[in-house]
């Protein structure tokens, strides 16, 4: 499947009832050859309104967070497991995230990333292990068919707890350093 089409047909879903309630499907954005792809959970109530995510406060804290490692929207490729707002933000269900598993796959398909950075706890729960601690795991690498990924401390979660900036920034520079030494593109 190419780009053009995949983003049509997934504009067009109606595979769980997220789709009753958004106002705009959330397909993703940045670099489609990037060799970095970020994953969130799902939307917010400004990505819905707007169609892209990571729009809202937490979006800019991920700017700020991706200008510290020297890249930004334009060098890599960030999407959400769902594509559609779960209600008042609450964890996108099991039932959603597997209604929606077909349009990110062929999207990292596509791309075919080298390194995956979970946005959260969600995220590293679908993409790393259903257990994941993201406590006691986050910054760590895992393989996953020969793809670097790792989770990194969502950025809502950091706007909520302050606290836990400066070991996101020691995992940032973890993550820079894969970069330099796994990717071929220039970081």
């Known amino acids: ?6 983003q049509k047909e997934c504009l067009a879903c109606r595979r769980c009832q997220l789709c009753e309630t958004r106002h705009n499907v959330v397909f993703g954005v940045g670099n ?3 060799e970095v792809v970020f994953i969130g959970e799902g939307p917010g109530e400004q990505e819905d309104l707007k169609g ?3 729009v809202g ?3 800019k804290l991920l700017d700020d967070m991706l200008e510290l490692i020297d890249l930004d929207r334009t060098k890599i490729y960030i999407a959400n497991m769902v594509k559609c707002r779960p209600p008042q933000n609450r964890d996108p269900l099991n ?7 077909q349009w990110l796959s062929a999207q990292l398909e596509l791309i075919k990333p080298k390194i995956i950075v979970c946005l959260g706890r969600i995220a590293a729960m679908r993409f790393i292990k259903p257990d994941f601690k993201i406590t006691r795991e986050h910054g760590q690498w895992f393989d996953r068919g020969g793809v670097k990924v790792m989770a990194l401390y969502h950025p809502a979660a950091l706007l909520r707890d302050p ?16 970069m330099r030494e796994d990717c071929t593109h220039t970081y």
């Open 57 to 59: 406060r937490a979006g």
């Open 163 to 178: 606290r836990r900036r400066p070991e996101t920034f020691v995992d940032l520079k973890t993550i820079q350093s894969a």
């Open 1 to 6: 499947m190419d780009w053009e089409t995949l």
């Open 32 to 34: 489609r050859q990037a």
């Open 95 to 101: 039932t959603e995230q597997d209604a929606c598993a």
């Open 52 to 54: 892209e995510p990571f």
